[in-house]
């Protein structure tokens, strides 16, 4: 691991912590509190893939005709990351995105998915996404929240998407989650299955071998190049905080 990115993870490391010891864990002790928690955490799962296909969009050619584009090691990162999220697998090997894994999940558990699908609605009708934000019936701090993630997205340099992508969303459930899971499984296994193998599924795969892939990514774009690393990190840092405004809301 370079200098860079090992100083990038200590300044982050106390807001991180800040985060991972959020009281929305606690609260999550029953299976109504498991819905409500997934109603709003729905909305991390599918915006993640926004900018998860920005920076494919950047880093990679999508376009006719085709032409190379940037560093090949880095066109490999990016493209073998969107195939695990964007066609991961179910628990009986079927192709999946991990987004509709989770809306499987909700619906097995009884968690409410209206105001997500009224969301996907609108897009599907033409709306651009800061109308359909704006129009959604949700709370102000998952706007904020979402708000945030696509102007990263839309007008953000490829390093601080990839900064907010690696340090800001990835890893970022705690021991004490997986935990509460289990026993919320052994008395709801019918009600949870799903969401276990997505957490699980998630830890395995997002945290371990795309976590390693995504800050190989970083150290690639932000090369040595100071400014571009003070950038990933303040962007990096605005990220978790957004994301502990998004539990804020679950508990408010």
Excluded at 46 to 51: I, N, T
Excluded at 101 to 108: D, N, S, T, V
Aim: negative net charge; contains cysteine; aromatic residues 8%.
């Amino acid at each position: 691991m370079s200098n860079q990115i090992t100083n990038l993870k200590v300044q982050l490391e106390g807001t991180r912590a800040q985060l991972l010891a959020h009281p929305v864990y606690t609260q999550i002790n029953d299976l109504q509190g498991l819905q409500a928690f997934a109603s709003i955490h729905v909305f991390a799962v599918w915006d993640f893939m926004s900018l998860l296909k920005s920076l494919q969009i950047g880093l990679t050619s999508v376009s006719l005709p085709w032409l190379p584009v940037g560093d090949a090691n880095t066109r490999y990162l990016i493209n073998e990351i969107v195939a695990g999220e964007e066609s991961d697998v179910d628990e009986q090997g079927n192709r999946i995105s991990h987004f509709e894994l989770y809306l499987q999940a909700m619906a097995q558990m009884g968690a409410n998915t209206t105001c997500i699908n009224e969301l996907m609605d609108q897009l599907k009708n033409g709306n651009s996404i800061f109308e359909a934000i704006k129009q959604a019936n949700i709370p102000s701090a998952v706007k904020q929240f979402l708000q945030f993630t696509f102007e990263i997205a839309i007008e953000a340099p490829l390093h601080v998407k990839a900064a907010v992508f690696t340090f800001g969303r990835e890893d970022l459930i705690p021991d004490m989650f997986t935990q509460i899971l289990k026993d919320l499984y052994a008395a709801h296994p019918d009600k949870i299955k799903i969401f276990k193998y997505y957490i699980e599924r998630h830890i395995e795969v997002d945290g371990g071998h795309h976590g390693i892939l995504a800050i190989e990514m970083v150290q690639s774009l932000c090369g040595n190049d100071p400014v571009k690393w003070e950038e990933a990190l303040q962007a990096s840092l605005k990220s978790l905080n957004m994301r502990s405004l998004l539990w804020d809301a679950i508990i408010s």
